[in-house]
């Protein structure tokens, strides 16, 4: 099968372990691409960013940092190169789907959060109304926040694994 991203032709393999994962893969040149990522759409309309449509972008590709979660953009990202908006593939199917549980939930408002405020800074920027000490000031608190979030995130969703693990063990 073929894939726009590779130029080779790719396996299917399913990989066994906590997680049943399948998986495309090159193995000429040890090129592997989850079922996931093979599955997103070229182009999309996205609520994030409802004035134009995405294109999906891919390695060596993708430039810039993400404008929902704010990591650099080195994977599958949609791009309008209207604006230079760009998301992650992940953060956009995050920000598009309905949560299934409270974790999911939370990770999602934070998302949408996060974009928010980016947007906001952004346009905070773009007017100039503020000094350039100030605005990094505020940029550098923004960033600790995220990462403090992004800490307890982190934790909770260690807290989640470690709890399943024990409900498998226990049975």
Do not use: W
Not at 104 to 116: P, Q, R, T, V
Not at 133 to 143: G, I, N, P, V, Y
């Amino acid at each position: 099968m073929k894939h726009f991203s590779h130029p080779h032709e790719l396996s299917s393999l399913s990989m066994v372990s906590n997680e049943n994962k399948e998986i495309s893969c090159c193995r000429g040149c040890n090129f592997y691409l989850h079922k996931l990522c093979f599955d997103f759409p070229q182009s999309i309309q996205s609520k994030s960013h409802p004035i134009h449509s995405l294109g999906l972008l891919y390695p060596p590709y993708c430039k810039g940092d993400c404008d929902a979660c704010g990591e650099s953009c080195n994977g599958f990202t949609y791009n309008c190169n209207i604006c230079n908006y760009n998301i992650h593939a992940n953060c956009s199917n995050l920000l598009e789907s309905k949560p299934e549980d409270d974790c999911a939930h939370y990770f999602k408002k934070f998302m949408e959060n996060k974009l928010s405020k980016l947007k906001l800074l952004s346009a905070t920027n773009y007017v100039g109304s503020n000094s350039t000490s100030t605005r990094a000031s505020k940029e550098k608190e923004e960033l600790e926040k995220y990462e403090e979030e992004k800490e307890l995130l982190r934790q909770q969703e260690m807290k989640n694994e470690l709890s399943a693990m024990r409900s498998t063990e226990e049975l």
